[in-house]
Structures are given as structure tokens and as C-alpha cells.
């Protein structure tokens, strides 16, 4: 029924099955990670990830993946330092969503946190307080729109 299989090679040797090869995709990596809502004065804070990287120069919650055998709260008061500057004062479970990328599923448990101190970006290159629906309008990716609806408005 193809319009091209008199000029076609495979139809001719009779092989067109074959065509086009499939890739076999490698199998996606599970990645457990950390979010952080931080709010000051009803602000969340929104950060922008490195341009080369996962989700790259978009803005995003703070946050990173769990080393091996680390909870999420010892995570997340990791991420705090390294990250961010700040100490993690107490932090609650705001829920959990998963997200699939073509190499990476992804499992964010998303904390709601109380810091102290001030804020020192280490990983990101900028950083921007903003009210709940104001950071879905912003150049997020799709999980980070997924945790941010987690959030009580």
C-alpha cells in the first residue's frame, strides 16, 4: 500500500519490516529528590538553576537529590547550607509527586521549611521571592509546577 515501494530497497528484497531501525532505549534512572518551600512575608522562594544540568536555567524550589541512605529532612538541611546559606530551623512534609522524564524518574518529597539567617546563593544564579501564583507564571518546569500545587494557597 506504500506509494514508494517500487523504489523502494527493503520492499524489493522483501526486508521493509526491518525499517526504520528502533533504538533500544536504556532504562530511566529513579532519583529521589528534596524540595524546599521557603516562604518569608507570604513570598516563596524561587531560584534559578544553572543553565547546563537538569531543568537548566529555569527557576525552581530549592532543592537536590537524596544521597544514598539520607532522609529527606537531612537532605533538606543540607541543601539549606550548601546551597542557600541558611539554617534549617524545622521543616514538615507538604506531600510527594513524581514526575518522568525520558531518562530520569523522579520522586520530590516536598518540605515545608522555616530557615534562619541570610540568604547566600551557592548553586544558583538568581533568586526571586514571589507570591504563590506568581512562581507558577514563572519559567518553571512542569514537576516544579506539580510541588508548587502541593502548597496550601
Known sequence: ACPLSGHCGAFAQGRQLEYPVVKTRRSARHVTMVGLAIWSEGKLLMVRRPEHGLFGGLFDL???????????????????????????????????????????????CLLSCEVSGSLKLQHYTAHRWAEQQEALGLGISTLAKKAIGLLPQ
Open 62 to 108: 530549592p532543592g537536590g537529590e537524596l544521597s544514598s541512605k539520607e532522609s529527606a529532612a537531612t537532605a533538606a538541611r543540607r541543601i539549606a547550607i550548601e546551597r542557600l546559606g541558611l539554617q534549617l530551623s524545622s521543616a514538615s512534609e507538604s506531600g510527594v509527586v513524581t514526575h518522568v522524564l525520558t531518562h530520569r524518574r523522579i520522586k520530590l
